[in-house]
């Protein structure tokens, strides 16, 4: 992965601690910042995974913790499958893709499904 720029890395701090519109030009690296917000999140995730587990004579009993979601919002299609495959590029999150004809006819019961 690329490194950050230093305006990156102050959006990107910015960000871990709260919501944050980044107004950069394309080309500024917005989805960089944005993979880089993703991948630090999961790993927060995965820490306190394994802070909940307890690991005794090979038993491991894990309390829950709340999966997280994150949207990534884009304003035309080939821009939802360009930065989904990004994100699928450079993390091991899973990644939905969500753009007009394949939704617009979902009711509440198929997003909650979904989600």
Request: net charge neutral.
């Amino acid at each position: 992965m690329a490194t950050a720029r230093p305006y990156q890395l102050e959006l990107f701090e910015k960000a871990l601690t709260g919501n944050v519109i980044a107004c950069v030009p394309t080309g500024g690296g917005k989805t960089f910042i944005s993979i880089l917000l993703l991948k630090e999140t999961a790993a927060q995730r995965r820490r306190k995974v394994e802070e909940n587990c307890l690991f005794a004579a090979g038993f491991i009993s894990c309390h829950e913790v709340k999966a997280k979601l994150a949207i990534f919002l884009v304003n035309t299609v080939p821009l939802v499958i360009q930065q989904a495959g990004a994100i699928r590029l450079t993390t091991d999150e899973e990644v939905g893709e969500y753009y007009g004809d394949l939704v617009e006819s979902w009711n509440k019961q198929m997003w909650e499904k979904e989600f």
